[in-house]
């Protein structure tokens, strides 16, 4: 088998990214498969090539290693471009704040659900709009089931619960979507382990693996850390930043702490995610989100 870490150099990395590496990396290493690390940055505005080198220091600074590494997402739009011509698109010139605006109906975790606004457009009126449009896929009226390793059967109808989405930018930027279901096919990924954010988004990839003849991958998504509001924990926590984090913990602490949390050990000690592959099992691993107290800000 083959899994991957896929991080987003888009700013250093907290707890949260460091808690999903451990889960992917310990689900890879305990079935002797291959490690693949890839640096998604699609986005060309929040990117940066520093954050990307930090990115792979603060991972083996933590224990991990990872047996290949995937080129660069911004270095790989002839492959995308690829697949998306092999697709039913069509162009769209609604903007984010018309759509917003619009009384169109919103998913649970308040994603507009596109109402099919330019499906139709005629060429006429498509050569009338003056603005550079993004790229839709038209999905049909089914639903797609998804068997998640963790958090059981997820299920989303594409066309009421999501509807068309998005697979290219109108500044010419392919999306998630669609680079990370090429990506993985690309890589022989044949397991993804990522945050629980991102379970909406597996019914589409899967949808997607099937339209481009790719092999379906096995998903875990595992929880989201938060504070004790709720509130889930991201780059703007700075005290939970790794780089803060290391000035505080060794990496053994942080390790540890993480698979408590986790519920790969059943208390806490200082590890390393070698000392961790034998004891790793799936079932001992948390479904709902994680707390992260004031322990980690001492």
């Known amino acids: 088998m083959t899994g991957r870490f896929a991080p987003s150099p888009s700013g250093t990395m907290h707890l949260g990214n460091a808690f999903s590496a451990l889960l992917a990396w310990l689900s890879v290493r305990s079935q002797g498969g ?12 929040r990117c940066r090539a520093e954050y990307i ?61 596109y109402p099919g606004t330019c499906r139709n457009l005629t060429p006429s009126e498509r050569a009338s709009r003056k603005k550079a449009p993004s790229w839709r896929l038209r999905v049909p009226d089914r639903t797609i089931e998804i068997v998640d390793g963790l958090q059981g059967v997820y299920s989303e109808n594409l066309a009421k619960d999501c509807g068309d989405f998005i697979l290219r930018r109108a500044d010419g930027v392919f999306a998630y979507q669609l680079a990370v279901v090429t990506d993985d096919a690309a890589g022989g990924v044949t397991e993804v382990t990522r945050g629980l954010d991102l379970l909406s988004s597996s019914p589409r990839q899967r949808y997607l693996q099937e339209l481009l003849g790719f092999a379906q991958v096995r998903y875990y998504h595992v929880p989201l850390l938060t504070d004790e509001t709720g509130r889930r924990l991201s780059k703007r926590d700075g005290d939970l930043d790794l780089s803060a984090l290391r000035l505080r913990m060794t990496a053994p602490e942080i390790i540890g702490r993480l698979a408590f949390a986790a519920g790969v050990l059943d208390h806490f000690e200082p590890a390393t995610p070698e000392s961790l592959v034998p004891i790793f099992d799936w ?14 800000k001492v």
């Open 53 to 113: 080198a930090q990115l792979r220091e603060d991972l083996s600074w933590l224990g991990f290693d990872w047996d290949l590494e995937q080129p660069l997402q911004s270095t790989r739009t002839a492959a995308y471009l690829a697949q998306f011509r092999k697709l039913d698109t069509y162009p769209c010139y609604c903007s984010r704040d018309a759509l917003h605006a619009a009384s169109a109906p919103h998913a649970s975790d308040g994603t507009v659900i």
């Open 34 to 45: 291959t490690m693949l690390l890839r640096m998604e940055d699609l986005d060309p505005q």
């Open 283 to 296: 079932k001992t691993v948390r479904k709902d989100s994680i707390v992260i107290g004031s322990e980690w």
